[in-house]
């Protein structure tokens, strides 16, 4: 299986100020047909998981553009521009180019 | 609008069977490749079953092959995940999914699952 890692586990942020999180895989995530099928979710406290990337970098519908995916082969990231309230929860990478696992979970809370 | 809405879920003791049940609509569902995931309580989702449109081909995690079983109706536009010989560790919410190229893009809002006795 492929092993998803996720750093920090806990991100305590300010408000308005950029957050990262970042994701490595124990494998290339590079698929045979050439895509790379890294996804983040969010989920926020007594609420099921949403999309927010797909295919690394790509939000999904709906999804404020403050929210950016970056990266490649077994490194990719996460970055909230300027954090606000409603973003406070669990993110999760998640990887689906063979089976699909998910990272531990990195939590985002105001500090 | 697409929603997915689970049913089924409950307390059972270990050794039980539950049959889950997800509403799908806003979608084509016989379009879609369905996924169940479920989440223990306090910790990350995990993937558990998925099912192509057909329902011909389907596909599980290792710690739950030859207990559960994904199945499809098209015509009701529900899915489905037949549940037995339960343990504790079967203890979560199960979410279904939509499955759109391999991203899970919609998702219901859940069904706890209690093995306990």
């Known amino acids: 299986d492929i092993v998803m890692t996720q750093t920090p586990l806990s991100l305590p942020v300010t408000l308005g100020q950029p957050a990262s999180i970042s994701c490595r895989s124990s494998?290339?995530?590079?698929?045979?047909?050439?895509?790379?099928?890294l996804s983040w979710l969010q989920q926020r406290p007594g609420q099921p998981p949403r999309l927010l990337i797909h295919?690394?970098?790509n939000r999904f519908s709906g999804v404020p553009d403050r929210f950016s995916g970056s990266g490649a082969g077994t490194d990719f990231t996460l970055k909230i521009s300027r954090v606000e309230a409603e973003d406070v929860g669990v993110y999760y990478c998640?990887?689906?180019?063979?089976?699909?696992?998910f990272g531990q979970g990195t939590k985002v809370e105001i500090e | 609008e697409v929603q997915l809405v689970e049913s089924g879920g409950g307390l059972v003791q270990p050794g039980g069977s539950l049959r889950l049940s997800c509403a799908a609509s806003?979608?084509?569902?016989?379009?879609?490749?369905m996924t169940w995931v479920r989440q223990a309580p306090g910790k990350g989702p995990e993937w558990v079953a998925n099912i192509k449109q057909d329902g011909s081909e389907k596909y599980y995690v290792d710690s739950v092959k030859g207990r559960f079983t994904i199945s499809r109706d098209n015509a009701k536009n529900s899915l489905y995940l037949q549940m037995n010989s339960l343990r504790a560790e079967d203890t979560a919410v199960y979410y279904c999914?939509?499955?759109?190229?391999?991203?899970?893009?919609?998702w219901g809002q859940g069904t706890l699952v209690t093995v306990s006795s």
């Open positions: 806003g979608f084509t569902f016989s379009y879609s490749w």
């Open positions: 998640t990887q689906a180019t063979q089976s699909r696992t």
């Open positions: 999914a939509r499955d759109f190229y391999r991203d899970l893009d919609y």
């Open positions: 295919k690394i970098s």
């Open positions: 494998q290339s995530l590079v698929h045979s047909d050439g895509n790379t099928y």
